[in-house]
């Protein structure tokens, strides 16, 4: 019969106390990351599994399976599979629960009890009344990507304002002064909308440049191609056109660009495009290729990952009303034509 191991054997083996192996495993108390990792390989090794069993902890990802938010998920694929890795290093397990808008609240509760979901993430959500009723069931949410409850929620965002702000201040070193701004309303991006409009606005006073209010374009239907392009033509058939046009995000930003196409205009030979959320992969040949702010979801899942370790792990309460928001990355995909030589005016 094999010797059964104890907290002793363990803590001879990594040179710590029986006391310090007894707090990783269950993850209580101030214990390096180092260690807890180091004490967990060990425990395996030797075979040690009650301590471990013990300290299994769940975060439940609500992910929706809706067709019109299917094409989320190239875009957060990265964020998902960095917040996995990083609560499985903390010995904390991520679970992906599947919604839809006709499962019932009680039924989703009911699945997350069976998990044991000790807190719950998600992603671009916009039901209020569902937050507010797991919330009150005791389940701490961390909201990712909507700003909307960033004020009521542990919460990790892109910071939109700076990063419209930085993308209009691109196409203005590069030489552009006249820039156009280009949204679209959708109940989903809202706060992201008025926080990039703000951006984007406060880049060009800052430059002491104006936006005209006839620069400002929102489309309620940017999937329709003839009201696209009769709005772009309204735009762009002016004296005083713009040179560069900032779009809300990338799937509005591949429609102007395909319309532009369409009534015979270059990009960037004719006029500049920059958008935001970088959400396409640019990699694929067939995909236009646009000049953006990506949001940096790997470090959105890293971080996340890291107030949930504090949440669940060291039960730091502060961490309840916390937000974090992430700066955006330029990516320079040649959208953007350079203006400040003499010769290159429009």
């Known amino acids: ?21 007894s707090q990783a495993l269950s993850r209580k108390g101030r214990v390096s990351n180092e260690t807890i990792e180091m004490v967990q390989k060990t425990a395996e090794r030797l075979g040690y599994t009650r301590g471990l069993e013990s300290s299994v902890k769940t975060v439940g ?11 989320l998920w190239v875009f957060i694929q990265v964020f998902i599979e960095k917040l996995g890795k990083a609560l499985n290093s903390f010995g904390i397990n991520l679970v992906i629960v ?7 609240e009680q039924d989703l509760l009911r699945q997350l009890k069976a998990i044991g979901a000790k807190a719950l993430v998600t992603l671009h959500l916009e039901d209020e009344h569902l937050l507010e009723f797991l919330s009150e069931n005791g389940i701490p949410i961390l909201v990712v990507m909507n700003n909307k409850y960033q004020d009521r929620y542990l919460s990790v965002c892109n910071d939109d304002f700076q990063g419209a702000y930085d993308a209009v201040k691109y196409l203005i070193d590069y030489g552009h002064a006249r820039i156009a701004y280009l949204g679209t309303e959708h109940p989903a991006t809202v706060g992201m909308g008025n926080d990039r409009f703000i951006g984007a606005r406060k880049a060009l006073e800052d430059a002491g440049l104006e936006l005209p209010d006839e620069f400002v374009l929102y489309f309620e239907n940017y999937y329709d191609i003839h009201t696209l392009e009769k709005g772009l033509h309204k735009l ?35 006029i500049s495009i920059i958008t935001a959320g970088d959400s396409f992969d640019y990699s694929q040949f067939e995909v236009l290729q646009i000049t953006t702010m990506r949001s940096q979801t790997d ?27 992430i700066r955006q990355q330029l990516m320079d995909r040649g959208s953007c034509r350079d203006l400040r030589d003499a010769g290159a005016s429009l």
């Open 1 to 21: 019969m094999a010797k059964k191991v104890r907290l002793q054997d363990i803590a001879a083996e990594v040179g710590v106390s029986p006391t310090t192996v």
């Open 61 to 71: 990802l609500l992910f929706s399976i809706e067709q019109n938010w299917a094409y």
């Open 98 to 104: 599947p919604i839809h808008s006709e499962k019932p």
């Open 236 to 270: 762009l058939d002016r004296d005083d056109r713009p040179t560069g046009l900032y779009c809300l995000h990338d799937y509005l930003a591949e429609k102007v660009y395909a319309a532009l196409m369409r009534l015979g205009y270059s990009v960037p030979g004719d």
């Open 299 to 325: 470090q959105m899942g890293t971080v996340a990952a890291d107030m949930l370790n504090r949440l669940i792990n060291y039960h730091d309460s502060s961490q309840i009303n916390i937000g974090i928001k």
